[in-house]
């Protein structure tokens, strides 16, 4: 009983997802103005995509060590453990 409620369920799924793409294909062939703004903008979007993973195998390291922090400690010039000083001593009851 549960496993054609299972097929069932996957066999709606899989209409449902054949029809969104049989629509998307009908649209996309049409020569509408929204799907070619649509075209352009998913082209320009994986321009952009293309263009960012290029700049960052060529300048990653670099801005990687721009922003590394160099030094003593586990975060480059911050110490390991912090001294328990000024108003915040105050504030905690020993």
Not at 5 to 20: H, K, P, T
Not at 29 to 40: A, G, H, P, Q
Not at 72 to 83: I, Y
């Amino acid at each position: 009983m549960e496993e054609a409620w299972d097929f069932e369920f996957l066999s709606r799924i899989a209409d449902s997802c054949m029809s969104f793409i049989s629509e998307f294909v009908d649209d996309w062939l049409t020569n509408d103005m929204r799907v070619s703004i649509f075209k352009i903008l998913l082209g320009w979007l994986i321009f952009s995509l293309i263009a960012i993973h290029f700049a960052w195998k060529v300048y990653g390291n670099t801005v990687n060590d721009m922003y590394y922090r160099q030094g003593a400690g586990q975060n480059g010039g911050t110490p390991d453990t912090v001294p328990l000083s000024g108003w915040y001593v105050s504030l905690v009851p020993l």
